[in-house]
């Protein structure tokens, strides 16, 4: 079956502009989870989705935001970039079984200049 | 509050077993999870705990005590590939993840 895919895999942005990043999860997979990736702060969670509702969020700024569509595809957005968001942001699906665990895609690398 | 620790680094040899240790202190428990992260790459799933004791999987194995907090992951055999970040990670039951901050292992020959 195919994996989790994101997009894009890199990016640039300028401080103060705005990104959006997709995910896909497996096919069958409804819960879509988004994770940010730094050095200093390890794997922190921002929010998931199940049937297109925000089921949980993590301790991140209003200016983190995300959506789920009906397919199940995810989409984070996050405004006012600042230097600080520099990341890999990492998408997980998972099937809600325990023992399957949480499928991660390869993640976009975002870098704000 | 959540927290998961780990050792930082580790080295080991080729051909040698090694036991990663975690122990964790969270607001809910609901399993805990392995994952396998090479540089640049997404974290790839190793294993996964929700009761007390041993899961075998090849070359590894995971061991859980919930009365403890602690878990281990224990890789047999070592080969130069397995150099990585290896990540403890709970599910404290809101569906999400809390992560420890992972152990780097570098495999010498």
């Known amino acids: 079956k195919a994996g989790v895919t994101q997009t894009p895999r890199y990016l640039i942005k300028t401080r103060g502009q705005q990104v959006t990043l997709s995910c896909s999860p497996i096919?069958?997979?409804?819960?879509v989870s988004w994770y940010q990736q730094t050095p200093g702060q390890g794997l922190q969670f921002l929010f998931e989705?199940?049937?297109?509702?925000?089921?949980n969020k993590g301790n991140f700024p209003g200016r983190f935001s995300g959506r789920q569509f009906s397919n199940s595809r995810s989409e984070m957005n996050v405004s006012t970039l600042e230097l600080g968001d520099s990341a890999l942001y990492l998408c997980?699906?998972?099937?809600?079984?325990?023992?399957?665990?949480?499928?991660f895609g390869s993640g976009t690398r975002l870098t704000v200049v | 509050g959540q927290n998961i620790d780990q050792p930082t680094e580790m080295t080991a040899t080729e051909g040698a077993i090694v036991q990663i240790n975690c122990t964790y202190q969270t607001s809910g428990f609901n399993g805990l999870f392995w994952y396998q992260q090479h540089a640049g790459e997404a974290p790839t799933f190793l294993s996964y705990?929700?009761?007390?004791g041993l899961e075998e999987k090849g070359r590894f194995s995971s061991f859980l005590s919930r009365s403890k907090g602690y878990s281990y992951l224990l890789l047999k055999e070592l080969q130069m590939k397995d150099s990585a970040s290896y990540l403890c990670a709970v599910n404290t039951g809101r569906r999400a993840l809390t992560f420890g901050s992972g152990t780097r292992l570098q495999v010498q020959p």
């Open positions: 096919s069958g997979h409804r819960s």
């Open positions: 705990n929700v009761l007390d």
């Open positions: 997980a699906s998972s099937s809600g079984q325990g023992a399957d665990g949480y499928t």
């Open positions: 989705y199940f049937s297109e509702t925000q089921r």
